[in-house]
């Protein structure tokens, strides 16, 4: 049994309708950031979630801690439905399900002290009295890189990578299993982010954690995965181990991520692809599948009909009408 299953989750938001749906009498729209995704995390390994700004990604981390209520779908989580859990089960359940924020500015309380705002969930969570809460607020700063003797400081005095450490910090005191990690790095300098992905490494690796890991960049995602999924405008389009999925992409919006990175895999030919247009809004998504607005390969069943996940591998699927024909925009891909 998978550590988090994920079924069939959505996540739809009231939006407020257009010029154009006004003038047509229409009154509610439906912002549809999450639709129908599926997907599994093996204890121990690192998913990968991939896809543009705005595509979903995040508002599908918080659904999956209920931070933001799920519309429709199901999260087992160790084998309890974390979607069916009143308000006193989900908070305990929280202690095992974390997440760790992009923005280490706006996450973090600026009139709380660290120790306040590290051992929050300490006691928020009944783990710990405050003479113990104090002792094991500085065990975990230290864990994360910083010193006790900080812990009364308030998080202005502390540069990006640090206060990214304390939000690392905080997601680490309750003893987590499971911690979604939401863009932790993009916020940051390089040189800084390659310290931060190197600290998320080895907690994973000593603490036995695993991760949900958000982001735009594929080069990172691609460094740390163990499996790959990629998300366009709100659904799973492709997903993967890491190796197949980077060096066989087989969705063509996959492939046009890929060809803005020629570093990364071994079997492409470099070349990039460059997609028409924005990603569409989730407000107005278009019919069939929802990438034929952008997708070079696009055929008149593409405008129509949505494409069935099908398997193209071990592990390996993708959402495409076209799989069969081995297209690439690759070139010499495989
Ligand atoms: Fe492109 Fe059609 Fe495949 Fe969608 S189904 S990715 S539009 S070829």
């Known amino acids: 049994m998978s ?29 549809r950031a999450v639709n129908g995704v599926s997907l599994a995390v093996e204890r121990g390994e690192i998913l990968g979630l991939i896809g543009e700004s705005g595509c979903g990604k995040s508002t599908l981390g918080r659904a999956i801690l209920r931070l933001h209520e799920p519309t429709d779908g199901r999260v087992v989580f160790d084998g309890t439905d974390v979607t069916a859990l009143p308000a006193p089960e989900l908070k305990a359940m929280r202690r095992r399900m974390q997440i760790i924020f992009q923005d280490p500015y706006a996450s973090l309380n600026p009139r709380r002290t660290v120790a306040e705002i ?12 405050r003479e113990e809460a104090r002792a094991v607020t500085a065990r975990v700063l230290e864990r994360v890189g910083l010193r006790a003797a900080q812990l009364d400081r308030y998080p202005h005095q502390f540069s990006g990578g640090q206060r990214q450490r304390i939000g690392i910090a905080r997601a680490l005191v309750s003893n987590p299993e499971f911690i979604v990690c939401d863009e932790p790095v993009s916020a940051l300098d390089v040189s800084i982010q390659a310290q931060i992905i190197a600290l998320l490494l080895e907690l994973k690796r000593d603490l036995g954690l695993t991760y949900l890991f958000i982001s735009h960049d594929i080069s990172v995602i691609g460094y740390l995965s163990d499996r790959v999924a990629v998300m366009y405008l709100g659904e799973i389009v492709e997903t993967g181990p890491v190796a197949a999925v980077l060096d ?24 990039r692809v460059r997609l028409q247009g924005d990603l569409p809004s989730p407000l107005n998504p278009p019919p069939g599948c929802k990438f034929h607005t952008r997708c070079p390969l696009a055929v008149a069943a593409c405008r129509t009909l949505a494409p069935e996940t099908r398997t193209v591998g071990p592990g390996h699927s993708a959402a495409c009408h076209r799989l069969d024909e081995g297209l690439s925009l690759l070139e010499g891909a495989r």
Do not use: C, F, M, W
């Not at 299953?5 to 996540?11: H, I, P, R």
């Not at 154009?20 to 439906?30: I, N, P, Q």
């Not at 590290?118 to 009295?129: D, E, F, I, Q």
């Open 248 to 271: 066989n992409p087989r969705h063509p919006y996959t492939q046009s991520l890929l060809s803005a990175v020629p570093e990364i895999g071994t079997k492409r030919a470099r070349g």
């Open 118 to 129: 590290v051992g929050l969930p300490l006691a928020l969570h009944g783990l710990a009295s």
């Open 3 to 31: 550590l988090l299953e994920v079924t069939d989750l959505s996540k739809h938001y009231a939006g407020r309708p257009s010029l154009g749906d006004r003038l047509s009498g229409k009154r509610r729209t439906l912002v």
